[in-house]
């Protein structure tokens, strides 16, 4: 199975400062068919996943443009460019390619300093 | 809009089965397939398995085979999923999601294995 390490586990951020968090396959998401299969998720406290990034760097319907997310191989990032209260949360990288299973980071926690 | 409406919380014995529906709206229900993902008490997420709603075929991670069986009923446009030999460590939070990408996500059933 793909593993997937998330760095950090723990992100203190000020409000409108810039987040960074890091997500590494245990070998390239890049699929026979062309496309890397890795999303990132958000998890509010207390609700379900929502997805916010589906194949490295497209950002679904109604997620801010604050949101970006690139890398490729077996290393990428999700940036939030201005840290807002709503962000709060645990952020999960998801990858698809090497199925089954679909296998989750381990989660990075974001919480406002 | 697409949306998915879970069943309530269960509580069970350990031994005992659960199973949990997924109602789908907004969509053609055949067209995407339906994913289990379950959560743990303050633990990350856990891919289970899939089902296609067309022709009905399944497939599920290593780790539940055995004890996990996904159906559904294309008349009402729901998935269920129902896990046996309940142990407490199957206490959590168990969700459907659409499609590979998993793009949308239910409420969350919570089932509680205790005795």
């Known amino acids: 199975d793909v593993v997937m390490t998330q760095s950090p586990l723990s992100l203190p951020v000020t409000l409108g400062q810039p987040a960074s968090i890091s997500c590494t396959s245990s070998?390239?998401?890049?699929?026979?068919?062309?496309?890397?299969?890795l999303n990132w998720f958000q998890q509010r406290p207390g609700q379900s996943p929502r997805r916010l990034i589906y194949k490295v760097s497209n950002r679904d319907s109604g997620v801010p443009d604050r949101f970006s997310g690139s890398g490729s191989g077996t290393d990428f990032t999700l940036n939030i460019s201005r840290v807002e209260a709503e962000d709060v949360g645990v952020y999960y990288c998801m990858q698809g390619t090497h199925r089954p299973p679909w296998t989750f980071g381990q989660g990075t926690k974001v919480e406002i300093k | 809009q697409v949306q998915f409406l879970q069943s309530g919380a269960e509580v069970k014995n350990p031994g005992a089965s659960v199973k949990v529906s997924c109602k789908a709206s907004g969509y053609i229900f055949t067209a995407y397939y339906i994913h289990w993902v379950r959560q743990a008490p303050g633990q990350g997420l856990e891919w289970m398995g899939w089902i296609n709603p067309n022709s009905g075929a399944t497939e599920c991670a290593q780790d539940f085979q055995g004890r996990v069986t996904m159906t559904r009923d294309t008349s009402i446009s729901t998935a269920y999923m129902e896990l046996t030999s309940l142990r407490s460590a199957d206490t959590a939070v168990y969700y459907c999601?659409?499609?590979?990408?998993?793009?949308?996500w239910g409420q969350g059933t919570t089932v509680t294995v205790s005795s």
């Open positions: 999601a659409r499609t590979w990408g998993l793009d949308v």
């Open positions: 070998q390239s998401l890049v699929h026979s068919d062309g496309n890397t299969y």
